[in-house]
């Protein structure tokens, strides 16, 4: 019964509630020449809308004709709208005014003839305000309510006039945008030093002073239904490959979701396999390195409100390499990069071959060492797999309050709080000083990483190689690793295989993987990045730097 009488109230205020308006109810819905039904309009839209102002005034000192501007008084700036918008417009309209009748006619050189009523073409009052007085900004006109919302949501001005069903939007955008610092996540010894920010204008300017051609498109694009968050997708005609940049077209458009605070909403709705522990997009808060992307051939994803720019097709070759890897000499970025595979597989196998090793298949280690690490071993309570489990298990939660606690003392949390604790726990007998040794170690491989995504997926990998080898031994590592590397195999990203140009092995393209040759010997772009154009540089550079080599000998 009780159940009843509520089912019977909420049926009789079903018909009193107030519908919601917004500019999706008012979609079609021109604007119209009486001032008063689309104040009425835009008035009702942002209801409750404290930061929205409306502001009347009058043009023409004898016709006295109304008008009212709208805008976000978060968005935009009151100085440009008091002295440069709104004092100019009410003060010269009239003088446009006598101009447009005082205009003569070229072929004839006589007056014309002009009617100064409301919708004659020479006293158009919308024209002498575009054309004239708000020329120095990004203006334009609207003719729908539901444009002049968006126009106001998106940092501009929107200016409508009696009589006239079209309004005008200028951009006067106001709010505080961070400056152009170097990112904090990317530091660099050597090359540019500027990042991008949350501005996605700011950061499509900052790949535009680094290629300079009518190439680069920037195709624009809105994503969430109540967030309404601009999109760019940038890449270079010619050089990228169009069917990749048809499928990430095609991709985002598919995206239905009310709001996009961040690229990383954009990479899960895109990637190929959302739930591998591997990324298959890149992300880069560098315009250099987005940039060396582009002439590749590759695209990148500007999301506005974010400093993180995506960057496809992904491979794991692109993710283990640094900006400053071409920004020294071909020697010193090869070596950096070969430090870096060992340090991917110390971070990988060493704890798993340590459990392995002396928990299981003890007939692999010298009796020497077998006999000093049993001797530091004893009495101890917990087996090695178990030790090295729980030591890492701990670096994890050091590494994660690191990263939570303010930039000062986060990094000295992070590695003076592990030796602190692995010499306590030494200390206190409950591990030994080999389990502290190699988790040390494998923490200090696992900060060579230039992506913050691999070095998370290699983690989270560790463990469970950690747990088949205290099971299985050497057999478990080896079983683990063949399904790691099938795993990978499989991947792919907008349809580059993910170990490209390993597997399918493209020996062009092994000039940038391990190791990296000189810019003069790199005369290609990847195979499977670039389109219509492969060449980067002139074959005959190589030649004649080798003939300059033969004739020095």
């Not at 601009?230 to 709001?259: H, L, M, P």
């Not at 478990?476 to 792919?492: A, D, N, P, Q």
Request: net charge positive.
């Amino acid at each position: 019964m009780f159940d009843q009488l509520i089912t019977r109230i909420r049926s009789k205020n079903i018909g009193k509630e107030k519908p919601l308006l917004d500019e999706r109810s008012q979609a079609g819905e021109h604007l119209s020449s009486a001032i008063g039904h689309n104040r009425q309009a835009l008035q009702q839209i942002f209801e409750k809308c404290s930061d929205i102002s409306f502001r009347e005034f009058q043009l023409h000192s004898t016709k006295k004709i109304k008008a009212f501007i709208v805008y976000a008084d978060s968005l935009c700036k009151p100085e440009i709208i008091n002295d440069a918008i709104l004092k100019p417009i009410m003060l010269e309209v009239s003088a446009r005014e006598k101009d447009f009748q005082t205009k003569k006619d070229p072929r004839t050189n006589t007056g014309i003839s002009t009617d100064t009523s409301l919708g004659t073409n020479a006293g158009d009052i919308p024209d002498i305000v575009l054309q004239h007085l708000l020329s120095n900004y990004k203006a334009d006109t609207l003719s729908l309510i539901s444009e002049a919302v968006n126009a106001v949501l998106e940092d501009n001005l929107v200016l409508i006039i009696d009589g006239y069903p079209i309004g005008i939007k200028a951009s006067v955008q106001g709010y505080n945008i961070r400056q152009i610092n170097e990112p904090t996540t990317e530091p660099n010894i050597r090359g540019p030093r500027d990042g991008f920010v949350e501005n996605i204008g700011t950061n499509l300017s900052l790949l535009r002073r680094r290629i300079r051609t009518s190439r680069l498109k920037a195709e624009n694009m809105t994503v969430g239904t109540l967030s309404k968050t601009k999109v760019n997708i940038c890449y270079i005609q010619g050089v990228a490959n169009e069917k990749v940049v048809a499928e990430v077209k095609s991709r985002i458009e598919g995206i239905t979701i009310d709001n996009v605070l961040d690229s990383s909403y954009i990479e899960e709705f895109i990637s190929d396999e959302p739930i591998s522990l591997f990324p298959l997009v890149q992300y880069t808060e560098r315009p250099d390195k987005a940039a060396a992307s582009l002439f590749e051939g590759r695209i990148a994803i500007i999301v506005d409100n974010s400093p993180s720019v995506l960057i496809v097709p992904c491979t794991f070759i692109a993710l283990i390499q640094a900006s400053e890897d071409y920004y020294y000499s071909a020697l010193f970025g090869s070596f950096a990069r070969i430090g870096r595979f060992i340090a991917i597989n110390i971070a990988l196998l060493v704890p798993a071959i340590t459990v392995a090793a002396f928990s299981i298949n003890q007939t692999l280690i010298p009796i020497s060492l077998l006999n000093t690490v049993a001797g530091a071993r004893e009495n101890l309570p917990l087996p090695i797999s178990m030790e090295i489990f729980l030591m890492e298990l701990v670096f994890e939660l050091l590494r994660e309050a690191g990263v939570r606690l303010p930039r000062t003392v986060g990094q000295a949390v992070s590695t003076v709080g592990g030796l602190v604790i692995g010499q306590a726990a030494v200390d206190a007998g409950i591990v030994s000083p080999t389990s502290v040794v190699v988790v040390g170690l494998t923490a200090i491989a696992s900060f060579t990483f230039p992506d913050y995504n691999v070095g998370t997926s290699i983690r989270i990998i560790r463990f469970g190689l950690i747990i088949m080898a205290s099971v299985f031994g050497i057999v478990g590592i080896i079983f683990g690793l063949m399904i790691l590397l099938t795993h990978l195999c499989s991947l792919r990203s907008f349809g580059v295989p993910y170990l490209s140009p390993i597997a399918p092995l493209t020996p062009r393209d092994l000039k940038d993987t391990v190791i990296r040759v000189p810019w003069w010997a790199m005369l290609t772009r990847p195979r499977f990045f670039g389109g219509k154009e492969p060449l980067r540089s002139d074959a005959n550079q190589l030649k004649q730097k080798l003939k300059k080599r033969g004739n020095r000998k």
